[in-house]
C-alpha cells in the first residue's frame, strides 16, 4: 500500500514536478549561454537549440524584426502541439480518482484486515488481495507513474526553446511593447509571476477540499522560482513563460468544464 500511496503522489503533482525539475534546470549553474549558430556542436544544440534559433529569427522576419512576436508565435503554437499530452493526462487523472473513490472502501477493509501484521506472509497476503482488487476494477497503478512520461518527454522541446531565446543575441537588439527583450525589465517579471500564481490557482479548481489544501501551499513554489530565475535573466524569458502561463490558463479552463 506503500508502493501505491507513492504513486499517487507522484501522480498528484507531476505538473508541479515536472515545473520545479524544468525551472531547476533553467536556473542552470553554469549552462552554455554562447550565441547558437550553425557551427555548434552537440545533438542537442544543433537540432533542438539551433532549429528553434533559426525559426525565431524566420517568424520575425515575417514581421519587419519584431522578435516578441516571434517568441509570443512560438510559445503558443508549442503549447498548441502539447496540449493533447495535457488533455490525455487530465483524463487518466479524472479516471483514476474515479476508481480510486470506488475501491477505497474494499482497500480500507483490507487494510484493517492485516493491520499490525508485519510478518513477510502477511504482507504478501495484503498485496495480493490488493492487486485482486485492482483487476476486479481494472487499476493499474503503474500507470500512475508512466503517465508523467509524455510531460518528461516535453522537456527538450520547453528546453531548446528556453536556449534558443537566451543564445540567439539578435533577440536582446530589439524592443517589444515597453520593454527592451535583453534587459531584465521587473514590471514584466512581477507579470509573469503572477500568471503563473493565477494559473497554479486555477488548477485547484474541481478539486476537493482535501486535495486543495495539500496543493494550496505548491501554488506558491512555481511563482517563486520563476520570478527568481527571471530576476537574472532577460526580458525575452519572462515573456516566454507568461504567454505560456496564460495559454494554460485558458487551456485548464477549458479541459476543467468540457473535458473532464
Known sequence: MEKHGLLTAFKKYRFLILVLLLVFVLAGCGGNNAPIDS???????????Y?????IKKIASLFQGNYGIAIVLITVIIRFVLMPFFIRQSKNSKDSQKKMAV????MDE????YKGKSSTEDQLSMQRELSEVYKKH???PVKMAVGCLPLIIQMPILLGFYYAIMRTPEI??????????????????VFAVLIYYLQARVSLIGLDEAQRKQMAVMSFISPIMIGVVSLNAPAALPLYWAVGGMFMIVQTL?????VI
Open 51 to 55: 532549429s528553434f534559433s533559426l525559426l
Open 254 to 258: 477549458i479541459i476543467k468544464k468540457y
Open 172 to 189: 536582446a537588439e530589439h524592443s517589444f511593447l515597453w520593454f527592451s527583450l535583453g534587459e531584465t525589465d521587473i514590471l514584466f517579471v
Open 103 to 106: 475501491m477505497k472502501p474494499e
Open 138 to 140: 481494472d487499476f493499474n
Open 110 to 113: 483490507i487494510q484493517k484486515k
Open 39 to 49: 557551427s555548434s556542436t552537440g545533438f542537442f544544440d544543433h537540432y533542438f537549440v
